[in-house]
T-cell receptor, first 113, second 115 residues
Framework: AQSVAQPEDQVNVAEGNPLTVKCTYSVSGNPYLFWYVQYPNRGLQFLLKYITGDNLVKGSYGFEAEFNKSQTSFHLKKPSALVSDSALYFCAVKSGGSYIPTFGRGTSLIVHP | DARVTQTPRHKVTEMGQEVTMRCQPILGHNTVFWYRQTMMQGLELLAYFRNRAPLDDSGMPKDRFSAEMPDATLATLKIQPSEPRDSAVYFC?????????????FGPGTRLLVL
C-alpha cells in the first residue's frame, strides 16, 4: 500500500522569502517521489522527482526537494519565492512494485507581493 | 516540444447525453492515465492503460463510464448517460513505463459541465 499526505491546504509566503510545501509518505519498500505543479486552468506539470541517490533533488524553476527517509518526508523548497510561483502543488509517491502513483490532495501556494 | 493533447477543452451538455473525451498521448509513450479533478475529491484515477491494454479501471464508475485505446495515438473516455455529478475537469496523462520513476505528462484537461 502507498499513501501520501500534504498536511497544509494552503501556504502563504511573501515574495522573496523562502518557501516550503510539506509532503509525507507511506510506502512498502523504496519510494519514488514526485512533485507536480498546476497553474490555473492548466494540467499538472512535472517539477522534480526522487528515485535514488542524493537526497537533495533539484528541479525546474529553482525548486528543490529533500528526501528524508527517517521522517518519510519529501518537502518542496525554494530559497526565494516569486509571485509567479503561486499555484497548486501536488506530491505523489510510487512504490517500486506499483505502476500507478498516489497523489496528495494538493497544497495551494500563495505568494504575496 | 511534445505534448499530450485533449479535446474538447470545454464541454457543456445536458443530463442524459453521451460525452466523449479524447486524448492523444505523446508519441512513443506506452502508458495512459485518465484522472478526474474536483474541488471535493481532488485528483482521482479513473483508468490506466499500458501498451493499449486496460490494467486498472477500479476508480471508474462502470455503469456509465468506459475507456478505450483504439490505437496507440488515441485514448477515449466516454460517459453515457452523463449526470450533473460528473461535472469536473478530466485529465489525460501519458508516460514511458519501464523507466524507473516514470514521469507523467499531463494534457490541458477537458472541463465538463453537465446541466
Amino acid at each position: 500500500a502507498q499513501s501520501v499526505a500534504q498536511p497544509e491546504d494552503q501556504v502563504n509566503v511573501a515574495e522573496g522569502n523562502p518557501l516550503t510545501v510539506k509532503c509525507t509518505y507511506s510506502v512498502s519498500g523504496n519510494p519514488y517521489l514526485f512533485w507536480y505543479v498546476q497553474y490555473p486552468n492548466r494540467g499538472l506539470q512535472f517539477l522534480l522527482k526522487y528515485i535514488t541517490g542524493d537526497n537533495l533533488v533539484k528541479g525546474s524553476y529553482g525548486f528543490e526537494a529533500e528526501f528524508n527517509k527517517s521522517q518519510t518526508s519529501f518537502h518542496l523548497k525554494k530559497p526565494s519565492a516569486l509571485v509567479s510561483d503561486s499555484a497548486l502543488y501536488f506530491c505523489a509517491v510510487k512504490s517500486g512494485g506499483s505502476y500507478i502513483p498516489t497523489f496528495g490532495r494538493g497544497t495551494s501556494l500563495i505568494v504575496h507581493p | 516540444d511534445a505534448r499530450v493533447t485533449q479535446t474538447p477543452r470545454h464541454k457543456v451538455t445536458e443530463m442524459g447525453q453521451e460525452v466523449t473525451m479524447r486524448c492523444q498521448p505523446i508519441l512513443g509513450h506506452n502508458t495512459v492515465f485518465w484522472y478526474r479533478q474536483t474541488m471535493m475529491q481532488g485528483l482521482e484515477l479513473l483508468a490506466y492503460f499500458r501498451n493499449r491494454a486496460p490494467l486498472d479501471d477500479s476508480g471508474m464508475p462502470k455503469d456509465r463510464f468506459s475507456a478505450e485505446m483504439p490505437d496507440a495515438t488515441l485514448a477515449t473516455l466516454k460517459i453515457q448517460p452523463s449526470e450533473p455529478r460528473d461535472s469536473a475537469v478530466y485529465f489525460c496523462a501519458s508516460g514511458e513505463q519501464g523507466a524507473p520513476g516514470e514521469t507523467q505528462y499531463f494534457g490541458p484537461g477537458t472541463r465538463l459541465l453537465v446541466l
